[in-house]
């Protein structure tokens, strides 16, 4: 039975590595992606914003976010949260 086994994960194992090595080149030649230039004429401006808003997420939000999850309970969170689904709704 143990022959049989190890004849059998050696057949499996030979059979995809053989596959994969007849499909290696396939891949590689199929792989390539070509996009093409779209011409934006704001984008100094969208980068200029986008760069502003990181700057607000790192500098202003993302430490309030910090402390109001350190400070605040649990039940204070979900009351919260709570409030801003019924507010959505």
Do not use: C, H, Q, W
Not at 27 to 46: G, L, Q, R
Request: no cysteine; hydrophobic share 45%; proline share 4%.
């Amino acid at each position: 039975m143990r022959e049989f086994l190890k004849v059998f994960v050696f057949v499996v194992f030979f059979t995809f590595s053989s596959f994969y090595i007849l499909n290696a080149n396939e891949d590689s030649k199929s792989s390539k992606v070509e996009y093409t230039e779209i011409y934006d004429p704001i984008e100094p401006v969208n980068r200029a914003v986008l760069k502003f808003n990181f700057f607000i997420d790192d500098y202003a939000i993302r430490p309030v976010v910090k402390t109001y999850k350190f400070i605040a309970p649990d039940f204070v969170e979900n009351g919260v949260s709570n409030f801003f689904i019924n507010i959505k709704e």
